[in-house]
């Protein structure tokens, strides 16, 4: 008996060893740094659509290589963008896109297409930054120095995740479609 409890301890002990340093089991090198961040939406499909005030849950994996192996990395940056000129996926195999609408400021008598930093709208998890809750603005607010903002739908806000220590060239980001209440499928 005290043999097998020795054998076990042996086999435990070289177990550990050939598993420090390796990685996790989908990726084998020893570098923490992502190659690129893939952003998803939680759920069946991948669509990411919204109505003004609800929350839609995000996730962000770190991966490396050709094959995107997982980098077990879970701290990001996130920040998000009301955009312009943009299209999105309509159906979740990405076989059909349609044009975002445009959201225009009036500034001084000129109409103009209006971007802005959406982050404000971003709750992250505490417990684990790779996940956040995007919930856009039930409103839309008028930026200071305009006269008026007309919203039109579906308007685009992009959602991008930055690993903490990356950069721009290795983040990812999303398109996520805020549509309107009365025609909620954009």
């Given amino acids: 008996m005290r043999r097998i409890v ?19 089991v989908l990726n084998f090198n020893s570098s923490a740094t992502p190659d690129r961040v893939i952003v998803t ?13 609800a ?18 990395s879970n701290r990001f940056k996130w920040s998000a963008a009301l955009t312009t000129g943009m299209t999105y996926n309509f159906t979740s195999d990405g076989n059909q ?11 001084s ?5 209006y971007t802005a930093d959406f982050g404000i709208y971003i709750a992250i998890d505490p417990t684990n930054e790779s996940n956040i809750e995007f919930i856009p603005p039930t409103i839309i607010p008028t930026p200071v120095g305009a006269s008026a903002l007309t919203p039109a ?3 685009c806000v992009v ?5 903490i220590g990356g950069g721009a060239q290795n983040s990812g980001s999303i398109t ?3 549509v309107s209440p009365t025609a909620p499928l954009g």
């Fill in 6 to 24: 020795q054998s076990l301890g042996v086999v435990g002990v070289l177990t550990l060893g050939a598993c420090s340093g390796g990685g996790s």
């Fill in 41 to 53: 939406v939680v759920g069946p499909t991948n669509l990411a659509r919204v109505l003004p005030g």
């Fill in 55 to 72: 929350g839609l849950p995000l996730t962000a994996v770190a991966v490396q290589g050709s094959q995107n192996g997982f980098i077990n």
């Fill in 97 to 107: 896109t349609r044009p975002c609408a445009t959201v225009t400021i009036t500034q």
């Fill in 109 to 113: 008598g000129t109409v103009v297409p």
């Fill in 153 to 155: 739908y579906p308007y």
């Fill in 159 to 163: 959602v991008t995740a930055t690993p």
């Fill in 176 to 178: 996520v479609v805020v």
